[in-house]
């Protein structure tokens, strides 16, 4: 399972289109054997630094990011997509509007 999300000003993350989306990617977050505790350590351990890389670039001030759970128990990914939920600064990035590698 993987979830592409979009990160930065929370007054902006839902003003990127698709397009912008895709022109700007900046980190792929590999969760794979992380327990549930482990992976929002390391979610908010890198945060920080993906939200001043938006706020460093251009209008909205957003960047796209891709987090990978793996395909075992669901469990890492419900957590993983709480915290999507719960963080701020964070959204579900828009169906479709994944880079290419």
């Given at each position: 399972t993987s979830y592409q999300i979009n990160v930065g000003?929370?007054?902006?993350?839902?003003?990127?289109?698709k397009k912008q989306a895709r022109r700007r990617s900046s980190a792929t977050i590999d969760l794979h054997g992380f327990t549930?505790?482990?992976?929002?350590d390391k979610l908010e351990e890198v945060l920080p630094s993906l939200v001043d890389e938006a706020v460093r670039g251009s209008y909205p001030f957003v960047i796209s990011a891709n987090i990978v759970c793996g395909g075992g128990?669901?469990?890492?990914?419900?957590?993983?997509a709480s915290w999507i939920k719960k963080t701020?600064?964070?959204?579900?990035?828009?169906?479709?509007?994944l880079m290419p590698q």
């Open positions: 000003l929370s007054e902006n993350l839902y003003l990127t289109s549930k505790s482990e992976a929002t128990s669901q469990e890492l990914s419900e957590t993983v701020r600064c964070v959204a579900n990035a828009p169906k479709n509007s």
